[in-house]
């Protein structure tokens, strides 16, 4: 899980409400990313940031918002605009550097369910 | 429109044997080809990734081999053990940009 924190573990809301999921690192690395994971489904891309106060869009964005005030956080809120919203979050990072291959971080994930 | 395709979607294998998983991509540009694998409730680690510049690469009993004309890419788990038994993604990427992820091979090491 390298240096990459994600909390809580396990979330449950209730329908209709927004839900806002923590993302940490202190890894000094310039992009996060968060991705969806369902069951038998890839990781599919909701946002992601290679700067403070900049983000873009995923595959999957609509429903869900995030902010980059800080270059070690990057906070998820799944809104109730998220029709499904139930299922495991991924949060990652890694560091920006020309000409070389950076691994990719990922954080333990948190599982949202929606009641 | 699916950039990587990865089979099986799941695999039985007995314990010595060898799993293989394969991937498939379209984009030429594709500069990064890594495997990351993953243990139920945990997030996804890097196993061993390649770079297009060679067709073979060894780390322990885990292989990536790679065929740039073929646009394909696969992981082979030699001795393959009850404790491999997870979930194996490949991905791909060009330069900086984002990583984009097959959809999974659950493998399953039975003893």
């Known amino acids: 899980d390298g240096g990459i924190t994600q909390s809580p573990k396990y979330l449950f809301r209730k329908e209709g409400q927004n839900v806002t999921l923590s993302c940490e690192q202190n890894?000094?690395?310039?992009?996060m990313y968060w991705y969806r994971q369902d069951p038998g489904q890839g990781l599919r891309l909701i946002y992601y940031s290679q700067i403070v106060n900049d983000f873009q869009k995923g595959d999957i964005a609509e429903g869900y918002s995030v902010s980059r005030e800080k270059k070690e956080s990057f906070p998820l809120t799944v809104t109730s605009a998220q029709k499904n919203p139930t299922a495991f979050y991924l949060c990652?990072?890694?560091?920006?550097?020309?000409?070389?291959?950076?691994?990719?971080?990922f954080g333990p994930g948190t599982r949202l369910t929606v009641l | 429109q699916q950039q990587v395709k990865q089979s099986p979607q799941s695999l039985i294998v007995q314990k010595g044997g060898i799993s293989i998983i394969n991937c498939a991509y379209e984009?030429?540009?594709?500069?990064?080809f890594p495997w990351y694998q993953q243990f139920p409730g945990k997030g996804p680690a890097l196993l061993i990734a390649i770079r297009p510049d060679v067709s073979e690469k060894k780390e322990g009993r885990f292989t990536i081999s790679f065929n740039k004309s073929a646009k394909q890419f696969s992981l082979h788990i030699m001795d393959s053990q009850p404790g491999d038994s997870a979930t194996y993604f490949c991905a791909v990427r060009r330069g900086t940009d984002k990583l984009i992820f097959g959809t999974g091979t659950r493998l399953q090491v039975f003893p």
């Open positions: 890894l000094n690395h310039d992009a």
């Open positions: 984009n030429t540009a594709f500069d990064y």
């Open positions: 990652a990072s890694r560091p920006i550097l020309a000409g070389v291959y950076n691994e990719q971080f």
